[in-house]
Every structure is written in C-alpha cells, then in structure tokens.
C-alpha cells in the first residue's frame, strides 16, 4: 500500500491530508473533461473556494511513492508548475499569479504564512503547492492510466467527503469498476489512517416523522421502495406500540443525507410533490385581499389574459412624462437609488405593462396580458406616510384598439363582484363617465365609479405614449383599484 508520511509543520496552515489511487482508469476526451470539471465544481461549493480543501491530482506512472506532506518557506520550494516550462520558487509564483484572473482569488489562503504546504515524492518531485497549483511533472492527460488523488485540508469531514465523491464517481472508468486503492496516511506522532474510508452508515427514521412532514399516509412497504429509488438501502424494522421505523443504509456517494428530513425529502421527491394532497394549515387565514386577488387572477384568465408580473421600482420618467403626465414626485415615494431604472415606487400598473409590451413586440398579435399588483402612494394619513394599494390592469394590443374588448371585461369584472350597471349619480352600483386622462386618448376614454367612489380608468392608449414605449400597434388599457370592492 502508497504511504503518505505527514510532516508536523503541517498543523499550523492545512493539517489534514487524504489520498486514493485509481488504477487502470481509461479516459476519453468527454470523461476527462468532466473530471476537471468535477474537481472545480467540488473547489467552488463543498470546498469553499478551496479554503477548505484543495484536489490534487496526478500521473502516478511518472511518480514514485512513498509520499511526504511537508511546510517549508517559500524560498525553499521550487518546481515547474502546471502549464509552465521553467522553474519557480513559491514566493516568486505568489508574484507570477498575481496576474492570472483564474488563480489569484486563491493566492490570499497561504500567501501571509511564513510556511507553504507542499507534496513530495520520494525523489522530491513537487506534486503540488496546495491549494494554488500542481506540479507540471505529473499533469495527468488523456493517455493517463494510473491516478493518484491527494486532498488537502483544514476540515477533515469535508476532506474525505470530497474525495469519496471523486473515487465512487470515477472508479466506473477503471479496468476494475468501482474498485479503489486505498493509501496509508502516517502522521509524525504515529497515528496512521487509511483512506479513502467508503463504509456507510446507518440511520433511523420514524415512518410517522416521515409521513407527518410529508402529509401523506404510506406504508413501510412502499417507503422503502421509493427510497431504494433514490439510492438509498432501506428496509422497516418495529419500535413497538405497532410503529414501524425505517433503518436507512447511507453510501459514500450520498454525503448530503445529513438528517431525517433528508431521507424524509428523498420519499418525497420519490413520490412525487404533485401527488401530495393540497391541505390549508389550520392555524393559517388568508387575508381577504389576497383571496380576492387570486378569484380576480382566475376570473381573467378564464377571459383569454395572460398574467404578467413587473418590477415595482421604475424610473421617476416611466410615471410622468411617458405618460403624458406633468413630472411630479409629490405623488410618488422616492428612495436613494442605485440606478436610473429603479428610481420610485410605481404609483400606477401602466409602465410596467407598456414597457412588457414593447419588448415583444415580435410576439404573434393579439396580445393579451393583465397584472395583479400592488402600487404605492403618499399618503400623510399613514404613519409611514405612504400607503400601499392592490390594483387590477389589464391590456389588448393587436391591429385595431380592442377598446370594446377591454370595455367588456370592466363590465365581466363587476357582473362576477355583483356589482350592477346604474345611471351616473346612483351609488348602488357602478356607472362610467367621459375622463380626460393624459396618457388616454380624448374621446377614448372613460373613468369607473364604484358606488359613489371613483376606482379605476379605461380607454385607448395615447400614440404619443405608445411611441415613448417603442410600441407601434394600438393599445387599449384599463386599471382598477380592487380594494374599494371589498
């Protein structure tokens, strides 16, 4: 068996050390590929941007075991590093790879320690200057055979993990599948471990835990066979009072199940989150506006409208002067921003679907979209100073105006409120009334009266504000505050 023997220097920047050998391993140009691109990926999350752990690995055909994990000084490391022709002492590789956009984001783990980590052979050929770079000596290639696998460390849970996820998942390229060769790690005070460890373990779930959280009703029968599914050994065993529990045999390659919840996710996932029943929590009441909101969203879609959902911040111009609409911040809530394009809160829908509009212009006509949002607006009464409103837009743009459509679904949406068309003036139901709103066209429009209370516009677009939106087809709009109806 490879010996790794681990100098005590060592304790004071990265400790820990675990190592494999693949053996017989044939790669194509795709399997090479994918396991560089493993080795970053595993860098990037578990590892921490290798401040955790850093993957090493090598040729071992052009290395000669045993191996030494040494800390020297800087100064006395020197070796050709990867995709590099000449010698480099460490310190002067920390300079060399201040100018590299893919390495110098790792120089900052070691670069202050008067120590630098290093891997040796028994020749005293640098395998690698974790967790900056390997040596160029053992670069492994396409015509590589025989891989050797060291992980550096300073957190050993994760160090083993990540190695255990490069051995179980690339082993199926060996001569032998799945089968590994393990390397004894030796520390100086003659501790000795080996590595990598692919025992799994075992765990034990209650199938009432996993049936409560879920909020279904299986048996252990079928428990079992969905997590054997998800690669993960199950069978039930009793614990008494007529309770079943669910022993979980956990492999290397599933280093996520941490908890009982990550088995219970796994029945879930197996089972299939559609297939679980829709139940409202007991303890939980929707507000009335929300409920109202989501009766509202049904009742136009059902009318051939399709939801769209815009940002609620837009630029102070969008509100005003694109609108027809005198520049005023009296009116709309101002707060510090970042950009040009989130510059207010928007205190009307239009913007936000004009602007929807006008970048698909492309897309096949009619167009029909609505929104369900909220706008916000000054108001001294609050003690906030501003207040918050639930409105109701919806839009057509297709080669005529389709005022009449829009027109017909301000009347669907009171006939479904209940809501009945009066003569002006009478406050028991609804009536509308010639408007002169800038952003609608004079004569093509009108505003909405609820029982005495103005709560909404509708009517043709302006051209002059269909061009500021780049939108060149005519448009009918209309927006209603939804909460005078509650």
């Not at 023997?5 to 044939?26: G, M, N, W």
């Not at 252990?220 to 599914?229: F, G, I, K, Q």
């Not at 009307?348 to 949002?373: A, F, R, S, W």
């Amino acid at each position: 068996m490879l010996q790794m023997h681990v100098k005590p220097e060592t304790s004071s920047i990265r400790p820990y050390v675990v190592c494999a050998v693949l053996r017989d391993i044939s790669f194509d140009e795709a399997s090479y590929n994918s396991f560089i691109d493993l080795q970053d990926k595993l860098h990037q999350n578990i590892c921490r941007r290798r401040t955790l752990v850093a993957i090493g690995t090598h040729d071992l055909d052009t290395l000669q075991g045993p191996f030494t994990y040494e800390a020297l000084p800087p100064s006395h490391i020197n070796f050709v590093p990867l995709k590099q022709t000449r010698d480099f002492t460490a310190d002067e590789l920390m300079e060399f790879y201040k100018s590299d956009l893919k390495l110098k984001k790792y120089l900052h783990i070691i670069e202050n320690s008067p120590l630098y980590p290093v891997l040796y052979d028994q020749n005293r050929t640098v395998l690698s200057l974790p967790p900056i770079i390997n040596g160029a000596h053992s670069a492994i290639t396409l015509k590589t055979k025989n891989v050797f696998i060291e992980c550096t460390a300073t957190d050993l849970t994760k160090a083993k993990i990540v190695l255990n996820t490069m051995v179980t998942i690339f082993s199926e390229y060996c001569k032998r599948k799945y089968q590994v060769e393990p390397v004894e790690v030796v520390y100086a005070d003659g501790r000795s471990y080996v590595y990598p460890d692919l025992s799994a373990y075992n765990m034990e779930v209650s199938l009432s835990y996993i049936n409560h959280t879920i909020g279904v009703s299986l048996e252990a029968e079928e428990v079992t066979s969905l997590l054997n599914r998800m690669q993960l050994h199950a069978e039930r065993s009793a614990s008494g009072n007529n309770q079943w529990n669910i022993n979980v045999l956990v492999p290397p390659t599933r280093s996520d199940v941490l908890h009982p919840c990550d088995v219970m996710e796994d029945v879930a996932i197996a089972y299939g989150y559609n297939n679980i029943p829709k139940r409202k929590p007991a303890s939980v009441k929707p507000l009335a506006l929300n409920e109202f909101s989501d009766l509202m969203r049904l009742e136009i879609a059902m009318n051939g409208f399709t939801e769209v959902l815009t940002w609620i911040l837009c630029s102070s111009k969008e509100i005003s002067t694109m609108l027809n609409r005198q520049t005023d911040e009296s009116t709309a809530v101002v707060g510090n921003p970042r950009t040009s394009d989130f510059e207010v809160v928007r205190t009307t829908l239009m913007p936000g679907i004009l602007k929807t509009i006008g970048h698909n212009k492309d897309h096949p006509k009619p167009i029909k979209i609505y929104e369900v949002g909220d706008v916000v607006l000054l108001d001294e009464k609050k003690d906030v100073g501003a207040s918050c409103r639930r409105r109701l837009a919806a839009l057509y743009c297709g080669a005529n105006s389709g005022f009449e459509l829009i027109h017909c679904l301000v009347d669907r949406i009171m006939e479904v409120i209940g809501t009945p068309f009066v003569p002006v003036g009478d406050d028991t139901g609804y009536y509308i009334q010639r408007s002169d709103e800038p952003e609608f066209l004079p004569g093509r429009q009108a505003s909405i009266t609820h029982k005495g209370k103005h709560v909404g516009t509708f009517g043709i677009v302006h051209p002059e504000v269909l061009n500021n939106f780049d939108i060149s087809d005519p448009c009918s709009f209309m927006e209603i505050d939804i909460e005078n109806f509650l």
